[in-house]
Every structure is written in C-alpha cells, then in structure tokens.
C-alpha cells in the first residue's frame, strides 16, 4: 500500500517502532545498510552516527536512502513500512544548537521510558565504559532523511 509519508498510518507506525534500517550506496555502487536509533522530527526522521560511518561517507555521494521500519511495538507486525528519501549528514560540530532539540528527544525516546530507565539501572556499573566509549567518538552528527515516499509491505 503506497501512501504519502505524512499519512497519519506512516506517523503511527514511526512511532511504533524503536529501530531503523538506513540503506546507502556507496560512491562505487556497493550497498551499505545498518539498524539505527532515531527520532521523528517535523516530518524529518534524524539518526546519530559519526561522519567515518560508511552510511554516513555513501550519503555524500549518493543521497537517496531507503529506510526500513519494522513497528516493533504495534499490533501490525506482518508489515514492514519502506520510506525512500534524500538525506544529509549534519555535524554536531558545524550544528551544535540546532543538533541539540534532536539529541533530548532521542534521550527521551530511549532512556527516560520506564523500559529505559530500568535498562540504565540495571547496566549502572557500565555506565563509565559507555562514557569512554561515547568520548572516543569524535566526529559525530546526525544524519536528516527527508521522505519522499512510504509503502507498506508484508514482512518476510
């Protein structure tokens, strides 16, 4: 079922899902695909990664993506809803202000949920090796999918 990405179903079932498949091209025509985090902005869907992330280098090159979503947390899990968009990596370091509002929502999406917030107690006493871990990665941003289309597919 092809839809306009601003349809209402296509907003819900973003929202019901908590991970998403970006698929790239690299500048040689090789395919790159990875599940990310992200948050759903304003009609604008915003993963973070680092800039050496192969996803983050194809988009340079080759904007078109495809985005996978698979509404993990909804009733309808016989479907899988394929956006294709054109995205842009924007850097924390050239955007710092207005990179900010996606990272808090991010942090809200996933750990001031009560499954994250119980998750985070629970790894506690890893929490100083996920801050080193999150210090050694320089580079960072956000890459900003704006959807063209949406579809809904059944899942294999």
Same mark, same amino acid.
């Given at each position: 079922?092809?839809?306009?990405?601003?349809?209402?179903?296509?907003?819900?079932?973003?929202?019901?899902?908590?991970?998403?498949?970006? %698929?790239?091209?690299?500048?040689?025509?090789?395919?790159?695909?990875?599940?990310?985090?992200?948050?759903?902005?304003?009609?604008?869907?915003?993963?973070?990664?680092? %800039?050496?992330?192969?996803?983050?280098?194809?988009?340079?090159?080759?904007?078109?993506?495809?985005?996978?979503?698979?509404?993990?947390?909804?009733?309808?899990?016989?479907?899988?809803?394929?956006?294709?968009?054109?995205?842009?990596?924007?850097?924390?370091? %050239?955007?710092?202000?207005?990179?900010?509002?996606?990272?808090?929502?991010?942090?809200?999406?996933?750990?001031?949920?009560?499954?994250?917030?119980?998750?985070?107690?629970?790894?506690?006493?890893?929490?100083?090796?996920?801050?080193?871990?999150?210090?050694?990665?320089?580079?960072?941003?956000?890459?900003?999918?704006?959807?063209?289309?949406?579809?809904?597919?059944? %899942?294999?």
């Amino acid at each position: 079922m092809i839809c306009p990405p601003d349809d209402r179903l296509v907003r819900l079932f973003i929202k019901r899902s908590m991970i998403v498949r970006i %698929a790239t091209l690299s500048p040689k025509g090789n395919a790159d695909f990875i599940p990310l985090w992200f948050v759903f902005h304003h009609g604008k869907v915003y993963m973070a990664t680092r %800039a050496q992330n192969p996803v983050a280098r194809d988009i340079t090159v080759n904007p078109g993506v495809v985005l996978l979503f698979h509404g993990d947390r909804g009733p309808r899990r016989d479907r899988v809803l394929r956006i294709r968009g054109q995205a842009v990596f924007r850097s924390f370091e %050239a955007e710092p202000g207005a990179l900010r509002s996606i990272q808090l929502r991010a942090m809200q999406r996933y750990y001031l949920t009560p499954g994250g917030a119980w998750d985070t107690l629970k790894n506690i006493r890893k929490l100083p090796v996920w801050n080193r871990y999150h210090q050694e990665r320089t580079g960072g941003g956000l890459i900003e999918v704006t959807p063209e289309s949406a579809e809904f597919l059944r %899942a294999p």
